[in-house]
Nanobody
Framework: QVQLVESGGGLVQAGGSLRLSCAAS????????MAWYRQAPGKERELVAA???????NYEDSVRGRFTISRDNAKNTVYLQMNSLKPEDTAVYYC????????????WGQGTQVTVSS
């Protein structure tokens, strides 16, 4: 059974930083494209960042240059380093594997709340 457990969120002032972690079990991070998504109140879930098998990365325009996605295959964990945070980054953040440009698993984790105050 696939489990994705996100952590590292919190309340931070604008301009601050957070590092999110996604511990995966039931899947092998090293052989999957992995991604971070976020869902703000009243909005649809959106892709924030993705990392492919060859180390390629992809970012949503509003976070490019501020967020960095990475993975530790030995720990089966994916990270999202978020710098220069803005109030509009406030959302619940989730991770998932990606297949055919869509989230691979329907059983999302509980997510981790990121709140950025102005």
């Amino acid at each position: 059974q696939v489990q994705l457990v996100e952590s590292g969120g919190g309340l931070v002032q604008a301009g601050g930083s957070l590092r999110l972690s996604c511990a995966a079990s039931g899947i092998i991070v090293a052989i999957n494209t992995m991604a971070w998504y976020r869902q703000a109140p009243g909005k649809e879930r959106e892709l924030v960042a993705a990392t492919g098998l060859g180390g390629t990365t992809n970012y949503e325009d509003s976070v490019r240059g501020r967020f960095t996605i990475s993975r530790d295959n030995a720990k089966n964990t994916v990270y999202l380093q978020m710098n220069s945070l803005k109030p509009e980054d406030t959302a619940v953040y989730y991770c998932n594997a990606v297949r055919a440009n869509r989230p691979r698993y329907d059983n999302w984790g509980q997510g981790t709340q990121v709140t950025v105050s102005s």
